[in-house]
């Protein structure tokens, strides 16, 4: 397929327009134009352009890509290594920030509810990326911890009371410990995201609202999975998913 093509796809998918985000979504950098493999991951770390070179990939899917809102601009050090190997081997880099997040069906909020057994019930917060719904099976905070812990493969911390019973909760994956106190205006029993501040447990304390960091890594592997499972069915185009270590 033709990396128009396939852009113009998933753009169609996603409807990046649709944010106001801190880096540009789709191509970021192009290789070259067809494209018939592709690597998926989570951020692209020279390790995962390491291993999309040695897998022959044309292009490398991700959630986290480069040219942050606010970062140097200057192709040095680290960037400019990693820039550098993509365009010696004529790979693309396409990345899709908030619109991976978001997405109804595709989205890191989307499939984390669907592996871990929960109903959404609607969205909230900066552009709809708060998500509150119900945990039809469930339990204690601990418990909820225990099962977000077993199933995503990390130890989960827990903040509050851990024997709070938790019927509805709200999560955003990734770095969204700043929608706490969001969160607990919406009344849940829960709040579940990737990353934990300080002011966190203070806020869990005293409001009696359990706060659960997963991890901000393993609570978005499943968007671009989603996404690139979608890609595979696409004529003439496999795609291979990479999940590197990363315990943040």
Known sequence: MQLPQLLASMDEWLEPWRYQDYAPNGLQIEGRAEVRHIITGVTA????IDVAIARRADAILVHHGYFWKGE?????????ARVAKLLQHDISLIAYHLPLDG?????NNATLAKRLGWQAQGQAGEQG?????????GGTAAQLAEEISVSLGRQAMLLGPAERPVR????CTGGAQSFFQEAIRLGVDAFVTGEVSEQC???????GVAFIAAGHHVTERYG??????KVSHLPGITVEFVDLFNPV
Do not use: C, N, T
């Open 103 to 107: 997405h109804l069906e595709l989205g």
């Open 201 to 207: 447990f203070h806020l869990a304390e005293e409001y």
């Open 129 to 137: 990326l708060l998500w509150h719904g119900s945990w039809p099976a």
């Open 224 to 229: 671009v999975q989603a996404l690139g499972e």
């Open 45 to 48: 770390s020279q390790a995962l």
């Open 168 to 171: 509805r909760l709200a999560w």
């Open 72 to 80: 140097d601009a200057r192709l040095i050090g680290m960037k400019r």
